[in-house]
């Protein structure tokens, strides 16, 4: 997983710890910075569709 670009929200700073994405070919992987060992593998569909929810304000329960 070296090999792939891995990229976090620009509002996030190198103190914490954050979720970063790369993506290869027809997979997304995601993973924490902070146990960069522990990947989530998923297919760039449903990671596609995930987003279009996440911006259409259907996961705005889980946020603080």
């Not at 993506?23 to 146990?35: A, F, L, M, P, T």
């Amino acid at each position: 997983m070296d090999h792939l670009d891995w990229q976090r929200s620009s509002t996030s700073s190198d103190k914490d710890d954050w979720i970063e994405i790369a993506s290869e070919g027809d997979h997304v992987y995601i993973r924490q910075s902070n146990d960069p060992t522990l990947v989530v593998t998923t297919t760039r569909i449903k990671f596609n569709a995930w987003v279009r929810g996440a911006k259409a304000g259907e996961f705005d329960h889980f946020v603080a």
